[in-house]
């Protein structure tokens, strides 16, 4: 497969501070590549570095697409305060030579008629969202690099953009994305690649990412733990489990290979099984999870 994206050994430093460290990667021609990490891990920053907008401190970058040919869709959506989605729509397209017709930008954005005539700045924050994914892929790009595309849409504009993002990938476009939601790299992502404190962790398919530290959660309400917490304590110290607390309910998790063990004797307390729940986590999973409470208490911030 002929590589759209090769880094080799690239690292950067900010000042004094390392953020990437031998980052080598090759992004094959109409793969679509989900990037993961948590808050501050180098993701937006190594996007930045493909793009060209920030130079590697040190490492070699090739992208085999011409300027033209690229899409990108930026963390943050901005736009002037005095332009109509109409004229802003005019000014992108002037810049390229096959853009996407009226009948394929109301497709994309699926706004009615009067929208076009209304100031961007005014759509809501969904609507901008994907209004600046349209200016992304306006010019019909071979790569698109999307950085935490849907944040701010609802479900049905998140479904609408997805839909969109697998149409653009079954036409052959590489896509490299970042992500905070689970679904969205099981929507459409042929790899996986972990960033953890600028350093790749994993590289490799969904399903296999979810294989790789797989544990088992285990969610009890507080007041039933207390009616066996005797016999509970003695399994968790016996088993050296790990244990948290989270509003009312308590949770252990243990490794994969403790199954078997550790439900039997929980059978063994007389808990009652309808009281409690088990669920799988793996890397993935915890992964997300801190994207997840990022979101929320961004959330909580933008509503106190
Ligand atoms: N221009 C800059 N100058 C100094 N430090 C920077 C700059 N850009 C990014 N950093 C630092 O680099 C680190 C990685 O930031 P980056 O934005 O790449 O992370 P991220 O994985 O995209 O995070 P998030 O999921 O929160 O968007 C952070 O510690 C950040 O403060």
């Known amino acids: 497969m002929k590589s759209v994206i090769e880094l080799k050994k690239i690292n950067k430093q900010f000042k004094e ?21 948590k808050n501050g891990a180098g993701k937006s920053t190594l996007l930045n570095i493909i793009l060209g907008l920030f130079y590697p401190t040190t490492g070699e970058i090739a992208v085999n697409e011409t300027k033209q040919d690229i899409g990108f869709l930026s963390q943050k959506t901005q736009f002037p305060d ?19 017709d009226s009948n394929e930008i109301d497709t994309v954005l699926g706004f009615e008629k009067n929208k076009y005539k209304q100031l961007v700045y005014t759509c809501s924050g969904g609507e901008q969202r994907l209004f600046d994914m349209c200016l992304a892929i306006i010019n019909r790009p071979k790569l698109l690099i999307i950085d935490e595309p849907t944040s701010g849409m609802d479900t049905s504009t998140r479904q609408h ?14 896509i490299f994305f970042t992500t905070h939601y689970i679904e969205e790299v099981d929507y459409c992502a042929d790899r996986v690649i972990l960033l953890d ?3 790749i962790q994993a590289d490799n398919t969904p399903y296999h990412l979810r294989t790789l530290n797989k544990k088992k959660v285990i969610t009890i309400e507080k007041e039933i733990y207390q009616e066996f917490e005797e016999s509970l304590s003695n399994l968790i110290i016996k088993n050296q489990l790990s244990i948290t607390t989270k509003n009312d309910v308590l949770v252990i998790i ?8 550790v439900i039997s004797e929980l059978l063994q307390t007389g808990i009652p099984f309808d009281n409690i729940e088990i669920t799988n986590t793996s890397l993935l999973e915890t992964i997300f999870q801190s994207g997840i409470d990022k979101e929320r208490s961004e959330v909580d911030a933008s509503t106190n």
């Open 82 to 100: 005095d332009v109509t989605v109409q004229e802003m729509l005019d000014f992108v397209s002037s810049f390229s030579s096959n853009p996407l």
């Open 17 to 37: 501070k390392q953020v990437l460290t031998d980052i080598s990667l090759n992004i094959g021609k109409g793969e679509c590549v989900a990037l993961l990490g």
């Open 197 to 199: 404190e600028g350093v």
């Open 161 to 174: 953009f997805w839909q969109l993002v697998k149409q653009l990938k079954e036409a052959g476009t590489t």
């Open 254 to 261: 243990f490794k994969n290979e403790q199954t078997n063990e």
